[in-house]
């Protein structure tokens, strides 16, 4: 048989006072006196007394969590962004509870509702899908909200967001290679129609035009399995044939994973890396740096995307005024590129 909790009405008769005396005692209410506050808290520790929190929470209208939606627990990118989350939400008593949307728009806005019947404090969206279209909706949930990295181009402006520059971090990418003698230089992207995709094809792009080199389509290669997108690392894998008849020299992946991928096929084809073809990602994940040889990357700040969006998230549920931010990726050099060998 299961130990019945203990109540707030247990203490109350063995303190012999009133229900809402100990209930003002175990808040700190200036109304008890210190000698009284103090005698019930001891009982309540001697007789192992838990607050409810369901109780709790009702009467001070939060319930001190809240709700993130990432695309997938098994990505390495989210679980660093989720790590910024909690360093910031643990000291200000959060808890986090943690759903997957899978890149799919109705599991996002199912995910979203069941935070809002759990009655989280707020809510952060990774990736997410929600556009102007979708205002009304999350207008009727009413919870804060805050999205990581949109991928919607027609996000409306009363939406809170930290995003990072996709476009500066792909034009950083490819002017790396350029910078290492690379003219023939190929984009490995994937094929989910994202916003983030889009904007880093554009900045490889535009390294290109802003060099002279005149873009050529047989240097992209993007997969359409926008239905099916289980593996960056066989998107990479199966995507690199492509690139490797087209002659490239050096190859800006959409992501790590990707790029991990590619490398893999390199190994397998007996391509040496970085003699043979320069390899660049995007995200600087931890893997990257335990791959042979190791990954050259543009990486995003992931514990600050979090710790940003947290933090926006405690000034929007202390009816602060917020601003969206977009912060500024940084190329991290190792040794998958190399300058172009010339004969």
Known sequence: MNKRRISIEDIAR????????????????????????????????????????????????????????????????????VEGIEKIARPAG?????????????QEMAAIDTFHRRRVDGILVADSRISKQHIK?????????????????????ILHSVAIDDRLGAKLATEHLISLGHTAIGYLGVGDRSRSNQQRLEGYQMAL??????????????????????????TGKNMLSK?????????????????????????E?????????SLVGFDGIALGSYVTPALTTVSQPMLEIGGYAMQMLLDLLEEKTVE???????????GSSAALLTI
């Open 14 to 81: 063995r303190a012999g006072v009133s229900h809402s005396t100990v209930s003002r005692a175990l808040r700190d209410n200036a109304l008890i006196s210190p000698k009284v506050r103090e005698e019930i808290k001891r009982l309540a520790q001697e007789m192992s007394y838990v607050p409810n929190a369901i109780a709790q929470s009702l009467q001070n209208k939060r319930t001190n969590t809240i709700g993130v939606v990432v695309t997938s627990i098994a990505d390495p990118f989210f679980a660093e962004v």
């Open 94 to 106: 959060l808890s986090v509870l943690l759903s997957a949307s899978h890149r799919n728009f109705e």
């Open 137 to 157: 909706q999350l207008t009727q949930i009413a919870v804060p909200t805050v999205l990581i990295n949109s991928q919607t181009e027609d996000q409306s402006e």
């Open 209 to 234: 035009t802003e060099a002279g080199i005149p873009p050529n389509t047989d240097w992209v290669s993007i997969s359409d399995e926008y239905d099916t997108r289980t593996s960056d690392v066989n």
């Open 243 to 267: 690139l490797l008849s087209a002659e490239v020299t050096g190859i800006f992946c959409y992501n790590d994973m990707v790029a991990v991928g590619a490398l893999l096929a390199c190994q």
């Open 269 to 277: 084809l007996g391509i040496l890396v970085p003699r043979n073809l």
């Open 324 to 334: 969206n931010r977009v912060l500024s990726p940084f190329l991290v050099e190792r």
